[in-house]
């Protein structure tokens, strides 16, 4: 080590970002590795707008291991982090900084503590698989400040430790979570079916109709689920292999009606699953019945699916389109039926990539107030408009993978004193 202990702080700085999965993960077989009941597919979104900014530190001065969630410290005391912690640094390897003067053998990362600090720029445990991106970020940016030797997919693995879905959110583009068999869970890793760049017409919007924090975690359903559901063993054993074979053909074929019909009804079963399960599980809300009624009298009425949904452990809806016209018909839609409260402007209701706002003709308050019922719309239905029942959209895209941040700036902790630059 160092020849003054002390006095230095190693750091490193990573970005990872959240998906969603197309073909659902609900329900383990192993509540302690976190060993799923069924094969999933997710796609990556876009990091700019959705993901999680970790910085882990290192220094012999620190105590204790700690930990910071968007400015507000909480116990590293959980399984799962230390699980995550424990694994990485059994494959640590030596550091090295000359310019700095530090050196760190490989036995001495047992007995040095860290310092982590992560921020989502999206709302934390509100269905937006938050912990997916968080336990993917910590893992990697643990991987890099250690120098962690992996086989391929072992980092995978030890994030799936930490949050099952983070396995998937290592890897940019369409990615699938392999069930495995072993007993250990050494063969249930994410592999890359496709990369961001595979597909790259898809658009994504993501209305979030609740960013509070969702009643039934995702961990607590799915053991009640596994339980107590008798369609969840019908659904692992025999629906998710047949729709897993048919969602990796339509995403290499690109074929987006495919990819559109299980991709819906998925996240029906899912959610029926929910509803079968006792006492029943309720993620979604009104808003999310109404967001499905206007997707699906679009696709009814064009006779073919225009946009894919999708709704993971909570009300918030994730909408896919195949290329940028018919998102922009699916922001108008969007924006007549769930315009912005009187008191906002478009800025803070439409989040990520604004730029289809102009592509959409709707650039002011006023050009939504002029929006006219799509044609789909029965004549004798009422129009009726829900401001403020969505609280903003998210436009984006499939995005890359994780990535290390080598700007300082970029850092969450201070180099100086190793706690967070912002506390709350």
């Not at 390897?93 to 000359?98: A, S, T």
């Not at 992560?118 to 970020?137: E, V």
């Not at 583009?173 to 249930?188: E, I, L, P, Q, R």
């Not at 195949?322 to 439409?350: G, H, M």
Request: proline content about 5%.
């Amino acid at each position: 080590m160092s020849t003054e202990p002390e006095k230095w702080i190693l750091m490193a700085t990573a970005r990872s970002p959240t998906n969603i999965a197309v073909i659902k993960y609900w329900g383990k077989r192993d509540e302690t590795l976190i060993l799923p009941i069924n094969d999933s597919i997710s796609i990556t979104l876009d990091p700019d707008h959705l993901s999680a900014t970790t910085t882990v530190a290192v220094s012999p001065s620190f105590e204790s291991d700690r930990m910071w969630l968007n400015g507000k410290e909480i116990a590293l005391t959980g399984g799962r982090y230390q699980n995550c912690l424990r694994e990485i640094r059994n494959r640590a390897g030596e550091v090295e900084d000359q310019e700095k003067g530090i050196r760190i053998r490989k036995e001495d990362w047992g007995r040095l503590h860290v310092h982590v600090a992560s921020y989502n720029n999206f709302p934390t445990a509100a269905g937006l698989a938050s912990s997916a991106a968080g336990f993917a970020c910590l893992v990697y940016s643990l991987a890099k400040l250690m120098n962690a030797k992996e086989e391929l997919g072992e980092l995978s693995s030890i994030a799936r430790q930490g949050s099952g879905s983070a396995c998937r959110s290592l890897y940019g583009g369409f990615v699938k979570w392999k069930m495995g068999s072993d007993a250990n869970g050494s063969d249930s890793i994410a592999v890359q079916l496709a990369s961001d760049t595979h597909w790259k017409d898809l658009v994504v919007i993501v209305a979030v109709v609740s960013s509070r924090q969702k009643e039934t975690s995702s961990t607590s359903g799915m053991r009640e689920s596994v339980d107590t559901s008798t369609l969840l063993e019908h659904r692992a054993k025999v629906v998710v292999p047949s729709r897993i074979h048919q969602m990796e053909e339509a995403i290499k074929n690109h074929d987006f009606a495919s990819f559109a019909q299980l991709t819906c009804a998925d996240s029906n079963q899912f959610h029926a699953v929910c509803l079968d399960t006792r006492p029943p599980i309720f993620y979604m809300n009104d808003t999310s019945h109404r967001i499905i009624n206007l997707v699906e009298r679009w696709n009814q009425h064009e006779g073919t699916p225009q946009v894919a949904y999708t709704f993971d452990a909570g009300p918030n809806a994730v909408l896919i389109a195949p290329n940028r016209k018919v998102a922009t018909l699916l922001l108008q839609r969007l924006l007549f039926y769930f315009p912005p409260p009187p008191e906002n402007d478009l800025t803070s209701y439409i989040l990520g990539d604004r730029s289809i706002l102009h592509e959409a003709g709707v650039q002011s308050p006023k050009d939504v107030e002029t929006l006219v019922p799509p044609p789909e719309a029965k004549d004798k239905v009422p129009n009726k408009r829900y401001a403020g029942d969505v609280s903003y959209f998210i436009c984006t895209k499939s995005g890359k993978g994780p990535m290390l941040l080598t700007d300082e700036d970029q850092a969450l902790i201070s180099s100086e004193t190793g706690i967070p630059k912002i506390v709350t």
